[in-house]
Protein backbone atom coordinates (compact mmCIF):
# COMPACT_ATOMS: atom_id res chain seq x y z
CA UNK A 1 0.00 0.00 0.00
CA UNK A 2 1.31 3.23 -0.73
CA UNK A 3 1.83 5.51 2.10
CA UNK A 4 2.18 9.04 1.66
CA UNK A 5 3.25 9.88 5.36
CA UNK A 6 7.05 8.91 5.66
CA UNK A 7 8.15 6.76 8.26
CA UNK A 8 10.65 9.55 9.72
CA UNK A 9 8.44 12.10 9.89
CA UNK A 10 5.70 9.83 11.94
CA UNK A 11 8.17 8.29 14.35
CA UNK A 12 9.24 12.21 14.84
CA UNK A 13 5.88 13.33 15.30
CA UNK A 14 4.76 10.36 17.88
CA UNK A 15 8.09 11.39 19.59
CA UNK A 16 7.28 14.21 19.94
CA UNK A 17 3.01 13.43 21.00
CA UNK A 18 4.54 10.75 24.06
CA UNK A 19 6.96 13.52 25.19
CA UNK A 20 4.19 16.01 25.61
CA UNK A 21 1.87 13.80 27.20
CA UNK A 22 4.34 12.67 29.66
CA UNK A 23 5.88 16.04 30.82
CA UNK A 24 1.98 16.75 31.30
CA UNK A 25 1.67 14.02 33.45
CA UNK A 26 -0.01 11.08 31.38
CA UNK A 27 0.41 7.57 32.77
CA UNK A 28 3.27 5.57 30.80
CA UNK A 29 0.62 3.26 29.41
CA UNK A 30 -1.65 6.06 27.82
CA UNK A 31 1.47 7.15 26.21
CA UNK A 32 2.11 4.20 24.49
CA UNK A 33 -1.44 3.09 23.35
CA UNK A 34 -2.22 6.76 22.40
CA UNK A 35 1.18 6.56 20.10
CA UNK A 36 0.49 3.14 18.82
CA UNK A 37 -3.04 3.83 18.20
CA UNK A 38 -1.60 6.86 15.76
CA UNK A 39 0.55 4.52 14.10
CA UNK A 40 -1.65 1.94 13.04
CA UNK A 41 -4.31 4.95 11.43
CA UNK A 42 -1.21 6.11 9.50
CA UNK A 43 -1.02 2.66 8.24
CA UNK A 44 2.63 1.58 10.21
CA UNK A 45 3.13 -0.87 12.67
CA UNK A 46 4.37 1.61 15.50
CA UNK A 47 6.36 0.18 18.84
CA UNK A 48 6.20 2.22 21.60
CA UNK A 49 7.97 1.80 25.33
CA UNK A 50 7.48 4.94 27.67
CA UNK A 51 9.23 5.62 31.18
CA UNK A 52 8.86 8.46 33.38
CA UNK A 53 12.29 10.00 31.99
CA UNK A 54 12.65 8.11 27.79
CA UNK A 55 10.33 7.18 25.15
CA UNK A 56 11.15 4.96 22.92
CA UNK A 57 9.25 4.73 19.22
CA UNK A 58 10.06 2.75 16.60
CA UNK A 59 8.49 1.06 13.57
CA UNK A 60 8.66 -3.09 12.98
CA UNK A 61 8.96 -2.12 8.90
CA UNK A 62 12.86 -0.92 9.71
CA UNK A 63 15.45 -1.70 12.55
CA UNK A 64 15.24 2.10 13.43
CA UNK A 65 14.63 3.47 16.97
CA UNK A 66 13.57 7.12 18.11
CA UNK A 67 14.29 8.18 21.72
CA UNK A 68 13.73 10.59 23.61
CA UNK A 69 14.19 12.31 26.55
CA UNK A 70 11.64 13.34 28.78
CA UNK A 71 12.65 15.75 31.84
CA UNK A 72 9.36 16.08 33.95
CA UNK A 73 7.49 19.32 34.55
CA UNK A 74 4.42 20.92 34.87
CA UNK A 75 1.78 18.75 35.20
CA UNK A 76 -0.95 20.17 32.39
CA UNK A 77 -3.97 17.30 32.30
CA UNK A 78 -5.42 20.11 29.91
CA UNK A 79 -2.59 19.37 27.35
CA UNK A 80 -3.05 16.20 27.90
CA UNK A 81 -6.78 16.34 27.28
CA UNK A 82 -5.99 18.19 23.81
CA UNK A 83 -3.47 15.83 22.71
CA UNK A 84 -5.92 13.03 23.69
CA UNK A 85 -8.74 14.39 21.79
CA UNK A 86 -6.85 15.40 18.60
CA UNK A 87 -5.27 11.71 17.93
CA UNK A 88 -8.73 10.55 18.44
CA UNK A 89 -9.87 12.70 15.48
CA UNK A 90 -6.84 11.55 13.60
CA UNK A 91 -6.97 7.99 14.32
CA UNK A 92 -11.07 8.20 13.00
CA UNK A 93 -9.84 10.07 9.97
CA UNK A 94 -11.68 13.47 11.06
CA UNK A 95 -8.45 15.67 9.97
CA UNK A 96 -5.38 14.69 8.52
CA UNK A 97 -1.76 13.87 9.31
CA UNK A 98 -0.51 17.36 8.54
CA UNK A 99 -3.43 18.97 10.40
CA UNK A 100 -2.49 16.90 13.55
CA UNK A 101 0.63 17.87 13.02
CA UNK A 102 -0.08 21.07 13.34
CA UNK A 103 -2.73 20.91 15.87
CA UNK A 104 0.39 18.93 18.22
CA UNK A 105 2.79 22.08 17.57
CA UNK A 106 0.25 24.53 18.70
CA UNK A 107 -0.67 22.84 21.91
CA UNK A 108 3.07 22.20 21.78
CA UNK A 109 3.64 26.04 22.31
CA UNK A 110 0.48 27.25 24.14
CA UNK A 111 0.90 28.06 27.66
CA UNK A 112 -1.63 27.57 30.28
CA UNK A 113 -1.73 29.71 33.50
CA UNK A 114 -3.39 28.33 36.01
CA UNK A 115 -3.68 31.23 38.50
Do not use: W
Not at 17 to 35: D, F, Q, Y
Not at 84 to 106: A, P, Y
Not at 107 to 114: A, H, N
Amino acid sequence: MNNPISEDELIAVCGKIGKILLTCGAETSRVESTVEYIGRAANFDISCHATITALFVGTNQQSRTHLVKVRLGDFNLEKVDEINTTSRKFVKGKISFTELKKTIDQIDKKVIDFT
